[in-house]
């Protein structure tokens, strides 16, 4: 069956409702039978996602963070990797060209090449002789663009000259981003003290050193950082799909840290929606327990609160009975269950006697405290489930429902009378008043609150105007509904 | 003296002048030594003043020195060279004109100092590479620092009877000595192969290179082309090539050499008073420009000769030590 264009948005009011928090707008398509729900996105984000939010931008900062330093760490590990390497080749290029500076014949660099081919980073290797400026022998990758080296300056030369301190100076020079070019000079040493025969390893009478050459090398090391560079793409990709499961893993952390945090908005929205019927849980985290509990104690204050201002709004503040409103209330509950039972009710309205002069001559306080005995009385003489009511001054109400016969009635009226018209005593006096009391039954249908309630007030007028102290009966049978016939004494 | 005793030296000399002719065969790479005077026996003249030069305060030197001063008795005074060589020369240059006295420079510092007394007879000793210096002159001799070849190659065949290539490298100067070496080897049915480099890098390539045809290395004390890396560096790769090596320090057989010989300060000291006394009444000092020792100080290395499967004959047992 097919819902109707309210029920549906009913369901989406509700649906709204529950997503408190969100703001949005329902649409409601007839043909096909459709709701759109339109969210706000100006309204307040979710904790949830911000945190998720802030997480995720952290993860990325972290993210790029490392790439960062992992190529900067690669850079420089490979740049110290080649200057060490640099130098080992250095030391075995100085060995092996010693046939070389030994002959001075060029092709006793043989055996260096054949080393040399073993290590593709080696793009070309001068020997120079000690002046530093004439090649003696010279090796040279085939196929690599590298350029010449520039003439080793005279400060250079100067520079790896330098023996003062018993260890090579090399000279380290970058150019571009994968190119190095190391210089040497080429020592040899001799002992300086002839007295070798008393010569020691641990007391070295010292060495004369002297420069026969110097060592060119270029290192042209593009290959091994195209390979990093790969690595850290593939190095890079993992750690993104790491970090993205750990993103995920975390969304569900955070979500499952805050569900005691999100269990609380329903209650929440509840409370803000007026309802105070609500219990919040306080298991779980201690700090959302401690939440729990004063939201509850809040709650409870409230339904206090609420409960004193309903009291205030049906009672009456002096004698705590209910008031006119209530009376009309539950008079309207009273004649539709009446409706459905057939059972009889009646309104009797009840004006003292006498009230007025007590009030003059022993003050309000006396009044007031005339009145609050009466009420008692009035209690103690109807029935249970009858409604007692005082509408204003000394006027009293009483709603007689599920009534067996107007006999039962007017018995208890009769008792009424009888109790109110008992002498009371206020301070050292005693006072005596007495009830006029009209009583209007339900005759039919039409008759509704206001009407028997009018009649009531009608017949109780009777009842002073026929000497008070007694009730009157409404009749529907007159117009006026005045019968001199039906009145108890 | 008596006529017994005087054949007896005569005959000594004569000897030697002999195995010096063997030692030096005439080819045209070596030139002939010039004819060495022979010396008559003659009376034991005065004994003149003699100053010692001593470069430094080695052991090496300072016995030579003690023995000398010893032998001499009351003539000989030593003198340690403390100062720069100016002021070496400069201390010398007041002695210049004595002809009453006569030098004994010991190491090469002192040798130099010496070499400005042109006209003062001067007997040098423990000094390696007189030949870069131009230390030779008539009136300026000297003792071999190296001890005995003959017995070092004696010792070498007795420890390895299988041994029969022996390897040496030094700078270059030393053609002589080689020749005599490989003599000296020749009698003891080795063959000396030597090897002339110039710097320690060389020496370690031509160490390496010459390794595949010997079966053991002689050190020689040539500062010129060793240095301590280098000398760490063969005796290593001697080991792990189980090379026998005749070394020319104690020092050295700590870092795996088989034996050491060095010459005896005693007999260097009495070889040089002989070269003194010889050149009393002479203006030149007769005799050979070096003198060669007949003894040597030998130290075997009872590890090294085990590790190289090495039997050290019963003889040769006081010689042992552990290293």
């Known amino acids: 069956m097919p819902f109707s264009a309210a029920q549906f948005r009913e369901a989406a009011k509700s649906f709204l409702h529950r997503l408190s928090g969100l703001r949005g707008k329902i649409e409601y398509h007839k043909f096909p039978q459709t709701i759109f729900l339109r969210f706000d996105r100006s309204g307040p984000k979710s904790l949830a996602n911000r945190i998720l939010m802030l997480q995720f931008f952290w993860m990325l900062f972290i993210y790029f963070l490392v ?27 100085d060995e092996l060209g010693i046939p070389l500076y030994a002959t001075n014949n060029p092709a006793k660099l043989k055996q260096a090449i054949s080393y040399l081919h073993n290590f593709p980073e080696i793009a070309r290797v001068k020997y120079l002789d000690e002046s530093g400026t004439n090649v003696i022998a010279e090796y040279s990758r085939k196929n690599n663009p590298i350029d010449d080296f520039p003439p080793l300056s005279e400060s250079v030369i100067e520079k790896l000259s330098g023996i003062e301190v018993e260890q090579k100076t090399l000279l380290f020079e970058k150019s571009g981003t994968s190119l190095m070019h190391i210089s040497a000079p080429i020592w040899v040493k001799s002992i300086s003290s002839d007295g070798m025969t008393d010569y020691s390893l641990d007391k070295p009478s010292g060495e004369k050193i002297e420069i026969i050459g110097f060592i060119e090398l270029a290192l042209d090391y593009s290959n091994t950082t195209s390979d990093l560079n790969h690595n850290i793409f593939y190095a890079s ?166 009534l067996a016969s107007e006999n039962e009635c007017l018995q208890i009226l ?76 | ?53 001593v470069s430094e305060n080695i052991p090496a030197y300072s016995k030579v020195a003690k023995m000398l001063a010893k032998q001499l008795a009351g003539h000989g005074s030593i003198r340690y060279l403390k100062g720069s060589q100016l002021e070496n020369i400069k201390m010398l240059a007041a002695n210049k004109d004595d002809g009453n006295k006569q030098f004994v420079s010991i190491g090469l510092n002192a040798t130099l100092a010496a070499k400005t007394l042109t006209n003062r007879q001067v007997v040098f000793c423990q000094v390696f590479n007189y030949q870069d210096y131009d230390l030779l002159t008539p009136k300026h001799k000297g003792v071999s620092i190296m001890p005995s070849m003959s017995k070092t190659f004696s010792t070498w065949r007795a420890l390895a009877p299988g041994t029969a290539d022996i390897g040496v490298i030094s700078g270059p100067g030393f053609e002589d000595m080689m020749q005599l070496a490989k003599t000296a080897a020749k009698l003891n049915g080795i063959t000396l192969h030597h090897k002339t480099v110039n710097s320690d890098k060389e020496y370690q390539y031509a160490f390496k290179q010459m390794a595949d045809k010997v079966q053991g290395f002689w050190l020689i004390p040539d500062n010129r082309v060793l240095s301590g890396n280098i000398l760490r560096d063969v005796m290593t790769f001697s080991i792990h090539n189980s ?46 420009d070096i003198a060669y020792p007949d003894k040597s100080i030998l130290r075997i290395n009872s590890v090294m000769a085990k590790l190289l499967n090495l039997e050290i004959p019963a003889q040769y047992k006081k010689y042992e030590n552990a290293f």
């Not at chain 1, 130098?87 to 075995?92: A, D, G, L, R």
């Not at chain 2, 005793?5 to 070596?30: D, F, Y």
């Not at chain 2, 034996?259 to 002989?274: G, I, K, N």
């Open chain 1, 237 to 402: 990709m993992i750690i993104a799909v790491m970090m993205l499961i750990a993103s995920f893993v975390l969304r569900i952390m955070v979500h499952w840290a805050l569900k005691p945090l999100s269990e609380l908005e329903e209650p929440l929205t509840r409370l803000a929606n007026g309802e105070t019927d609500i219990t919040v849980s306080t298991s779980g985290d201690k700090e959302i327990a401690r939440i729990g509990v004063a939201l509850n104690t809040t709650i409870s204050a409230l339904k206090d609160r609420d409960e004193a201002l309903r009291q205030m709004a049906d009672h009456d503040a002096l004698t705590g009975i209910p008031n006119r409103r209530v009376l009309a209330d539950r008079l309207k509950q009273a004649i539709a269950q009446a409706h459905r039972t057939g059972k009889l009710l009646s309104v009797c309205y009840i004006d003292l006697d006498g009230f007025k002069q007590v009030n003059d001559q022993f003050g309000h306080a006396a009044g007031d405290q005339l009145l609050i005995e009466i009420t008692r009385r009035l209690q103690e003489t109807v029935r249970s489930g009858d409604t007692l009511a005082r509408l204003g001054g000394d006027e009293f109400a009483v709603l007689f429902n599920d």
């Open chain 1, 67 to 93: 790439i960062a330093a992992l190529w900067l760490a690669s850079e420089l590990v490979i740049e110290n990797s080649v200057r060490h390497q640099g130098e080992s080749w250095i030391t075995k290029l």
């Open chain 2, 1 to 53: 003296m008596p006529p017994l005793r005087m054949c007896c030296r005569l005959a000594i000399v004569i000897m030697a002048l002999i195995l010096q002719s063997c030692a030096e065969p005439k080819t045209g790479l070596n030139p002939p030594l010039p004819p060495q005077p022979v010396i008559a026996a003659l009376p034991s003249p005065a004994i003149k003043d003699v100053v010692i030069l």
């Open chain 1, 414 to 489: 009769d008792r009424v009378l009888e109790m109110v018209a008992k002498p009371i005593i206020i301070g050292n006096d005693k006072v005596t008043v007495s009830a006029s009391i009209g009583v209007a039954f339900r005759c039919s249908d039409k008759d509704d609150g206001d009407t028997l309630l009018r009649h009531a007030d009608q017949a109780m007028y009777v009842s002073k105007q026929t000497g008070k102290c007694r009730y009157h009966r409404y009749d529907h049978t007159t117009e006026s509904g005045i019968s001199l016939t039906q009145v108890g004494t």
């Open chain 2, 243 to 288: 090379k026998q090596v005749a070394v020319f320090s104690d020092e050295l057989l700590s870092l795996g050499g088989l034996f050491s010989t060095t010459s005896d300060p005693q007999e260097v000291a009495q070889e040089v008073l002989r070269r003194l006394k010889q050149a009393q009444n002479t203006e030149i000092i007769p005799g050979p």
